[in-house]
């Protein structure tokens, strides 16, 4: 999820998303990040929706800064951007609903078929893995 934060308004961007489904889904992913964050959202290029900021460094040394929780309404399905992984949460992606995934990434087709209290349990705990101790 390598990309820069942007200036765009997320009303505008979210707007301009074709798919009825994509477009009334956003809403809701907005809502839950706003809700488990606490964050304003930002764009974080021309399409993904981030709310704080993670630094990140790898052992290479490569480093840079990303969004602490993100979506993007993508036209296949809706991207949920998870950190640090999707394994860290087997058993919540168990009892969740129709969905698949990449190393970072879950994707959900329709959140009407998703348990919507289990997606905010992984978003929080993904966004909580990457915020500084207390």
Known sequence: MATERTDVPVEVFLDGVTHRVRRRDAQTMLA?????????????????????????????????????????????????????????????????????TSVGCLYLKNLDDVDLDVLEALVRESYDAVQPPK
């Not at 839950?32 to 993670?54: A, C, D, H, K, N």
């Not at 990140?56 to 993508?74: D, L």
Request: aromatic share 12%; no cysteine; hydrophobic share 30%.
């Open 32 to 100: 839950l990040m706003q809700r488990v964050t606490g964050e304003t959202p930002y764009m974080w290029g021309p399409s993904i929706v981030g709310f704080g900021e993670y630094h990140y460094k790898y052992e290479s040394g490569r480093e840079g800064v990303t969004p602490a929780a993100a979506f993007s309404p993508r036209k296949p399905a809706m991207t949920v951007y998870l950190l640090p992984g999707i394994t860290q949460h087997p058993e919540l992606l168990e009892r969740l609903g129709p969905h698949t």
